[in-house]
């Protein structure tokens, strides 16, 4: 499975563009890159998937360039409710891989008012 | 509908005890995985459950063991518990389909204490 990295922690402030980066330098053919959130105390929630290219959904954006060897999360405006840890995973989501999901050590976004 | 549900929220076992959790899946869905999520780390695989039988399963010891039921709804089992198994411990659920990702809905956990 791929390995990544990301930031250990980020602050921004209510309202801001909120971008955290993922490395992952030996991602393979066959690896989706996906993003969940996690609040205290609280399971981790799926915010975006992606491939290639660009994809936005009605939380966040994701962008991989080309060579797919990093990706970033991109939350718009965020707000104080948006302070959590955001994981990035790297792996290959298809039954082959029985759907298991390797979470790194996530990026804790602290949101100031 | 109803999500992910697991039972206790808490628990306090010492050492050399045993101790089962208790994870309910999302109507519908027929995968349920196991996590542990020692503090300040992220989620550690255990293993994974498809229509009753094991599907994959992460770098945890024997004494870990797991079931999955007719409903679907699964049962973690730790045995001889160590101080290090205190940690949240998280289901989730899925409808394993093919060779398609299925997002993994996550329950709340349930926080165990080994003393």
């Known amino acids: 499975l791929a390995k990544t990295t990301q930031p250990i922690s980020m602050d921004s402030y209510e309202g801001q563009e909120v971008n955290i980066t993922c490395s992952h330098n030996?991602?393979?053919?066959?690896?989706?890159i996906t993003w969940y959130q996690q609040f205290p105390s609280q399971g981790p929630r799926f915010i975006i998937q992606g491939y290639k290219t660009k994809v936005t959904n009605e939380v966040a954006s994701l962008f991989i360039p080309a060579d797919r060897k990093s990706s970033t999360l991109s939350l718009p405006r965020v707000s104080l409710s948006d302070t959590a840890v955001y994981y990035c995973l790297v792996g290959d989501m298809g039954r082959a891989a029985g759907n298991k999901l390797t979470f790194g050590g996530g990026t804790r976004v602290l949101v100031k008012p | 509908e109803t999500g992910v549900t697991q039972s206790p929220t808490h628990l306090i076992k010492t050492r050399g005890q045993q101790v089962t959790l208790r994870c309910s899946s999302q109507s519908g869905h027929n995968t349920v995985s196991w996590y542990q999520q020692a503090l300040g780390q992220g989620p550690q695989f255990i293993f994974q459950?498809?229509?009753?039988?094991?599907?994959g399963r992460g770098n945890f010891p024997p004494r870990f063991s797991g079931l999955q039921f007719p409903n679907y709804s699964s049962e973690l089992n730790v045995n001889a518990l160590e101080l290090d198994d205190s940690a949240l411990y998280l289901c989730?659920?899925?409808?394993?389909?093919?060779?398609?990702?299925?997002?993994?809905?996550f329950g709340p956990g349930t926080r165990l204490t080994v003393l």
């Open positions: 459950y498809y229509r009753e039988e094991e599907n």
């Open positions: 030996n991602i393979a053919t066959n690896d989706y």
């Open positions: 989730a659920s899925s409808l394993g389909s093919g060779f398609t990702y299925n997002e993994q809905f």
